[in-house]
């Protein structure tokens, strides 16, 4: 099988180069103990040496560059982004250290003139229209299948033009979800799904690899009773989620042995949860009614996502792009930042934002840490994000495949 590649590859500028970055703190993505004082040799694209600088002999040709101060992180991976609309939206990602990002349901031609632009943008890694039944909840970014033969022949049509996972969306049954996993896996590419109507155990013993979005867990952690309300409330009205999940979260005992068991599931099942918790949050405001079940139930979603991680999920960080309280090109910092308060240590969210999610692209030979053989993808932030997760906000440097595009 060919490995996966991302769909702008050749576009990516590459130079004959040998670059030093030294004194800067590394935190290479693995969950390591940091390298301070450090020293980082890129030759030709690819990381060729790693370790403290007194360990470290510089090639007399290389371009030195002083970090004294900084920290050396590898470029964040975003699984969960949509275009929105809004041209320049992957360029700003980029320039705000987001070096990879997967876009789970767009049409490939719609990345077209962000591809032509001329300006940097992170390696796309697309996954087509998401698969869908009628009627579709995003008919423009949308492919609707009326059964498995059609499912499965758009798999391969998707993957023939550079798909680089498949995403199942909620009106899929389990039957037809398998038909699309089946397909899929046998090219070698994963698939990932948003879930409402479909209960995540039974997509994910049909062969998911990814989960989106915390809330598709919602049939899971209810009594089917309750659970079949809500469902049959979305079959009949799409847009009946948008608020309905709040209630069915506001429902769930975060504290229940139900959650324990999911974790222990989805460790088992190894799979990846995106819980893109930025796209459901919701802060009180002065002066505005309160809207209490989505306090409550986002309160929830946070608990539970910290809970699925320490049970052995894989948790990643997918931004979701444009969110109610993040500024345009920050949500992937925000969905950070929102991990941390779920439970997660900023170390593990830094992983969770690098190796893990180029572990659920499976570009993690290649990319997701700064390790010897590795095309050097790296950021250089101000101050410790160990300390506090919002100092990758502070982007100083953005290097793709070896070239500073900031």
């Excluded at 609707?144 to 498949?166: K, P, T, Y």
């Excluded at 068991?261 to 799979?271: A, E, M, P, R, Y």
């Excluded at 918790?277 to 809207?291: H, I, S, T, V």
């Excluded at 979603?301 to 979701?320: D, F, P």
């Amino acid at each position: 099988m060919a490995p996966i590649r991302e769909i702008n590859q050749k576009e990516i500028t590459s130079q004959r180069a040998t670059i030093a970055i030294t004194g800067a703190t590394i935190i290479d993505g693995t969950g390591g103990t940091p390298i301070q004082n450090s020293c980082v040799v890129v030759t030709d694209g690819v990381i060729s040496a790693v370790g403290g600088k007194a360990d470290i002999k510089i090639p007399a040709n290389a371009q030195v560059m002083n970090a004294d101060g900084l920290t050396l992180l590898p470029g964040f991976i975003d699984s969960h982004f949509h275009l929105d609309g809004i041209h320049g939206l992957p360029a700003q990602f980029l320039q705000n250290g987001v070096t990879s990002l997967r876009d789970p349901g767009a049409w490939i031609e719609a990345y077209d003139e962000e591809r032509k632009s001329g300006i940097p943008v992170p390696r796309l890694f697309l996954a087509g229209p998401h698969i869908d039944m009628f009627p579709p909840a995003y008919p423009r970014d949308a492919y609707v299948v009326r059964d498995a033969d059609e499912a499965v022949r758009e798999v391969n049509h998707l993957i023939d033009q550079g798909a680089s996972v498949i995403k199942v969306y909620f009106r899929l049954p389990p039957a037809i979800i398998a038909a699309v996993c089946k397909a899929a896996h046998a090219r070698g590419i994963p698939v990932t799904g948003h879930l409402e109507t479909t209960e995540a155990k039974e997509a994910i013993d049909a062969g998911l690899d990814g989960i989106e979005h915390i809330t598709s867990f919602g049939l899971t952690l209810v009594p089917q009773r309750e659970g079949e309300k809500y469902r049959q409330m979305v079959l009949a009205d799409n847009n009946a989620r948008k608020q309905g999940r709040y209630a069915v979260w506001k429902s769930i005992n975060p504290d229940s042995p139900v959650i324990d068991s999911l974790g222990v599931f989805l460790k088992n099942k190894g799979t990846f949860v995106s819980p893109t918790l930025g796209a459901f949050e919701y802060q009180a405001a002065a002066g505005q009614p309160l809207d209490t079940a989505r306090l409550e139930g986002f309160g929830k979603m946070k608990k539970i996502t910290g809970k699925l991680h320490h049970a052995g999920a894989k948790v990643v960080v997918g931004s979701h792009s444009m969110i109610p309280y993040a500024e345009t090109g920050w949500a992937f910092q925000r969905e950070m930042e929102l991990l941390v308060e779920s439970g997660l240590r900023p170390a593990e969210v830094i992983t969770a934002a690098t190796l893990q999610n180029a572990r659920f692209f499976r570009i993690d030979d290649r990319l997701g840490s700064i390790e010897t053989g590795k095309q050097a993808d790296l950021i250089l932030i101000k101050g410790d994000p160990l300390k506090n997760i919002s100092a990758t906000r502070n982007v100083n440097r953005v290097m793709l495949n070896g070239v500073w595009v900031k």
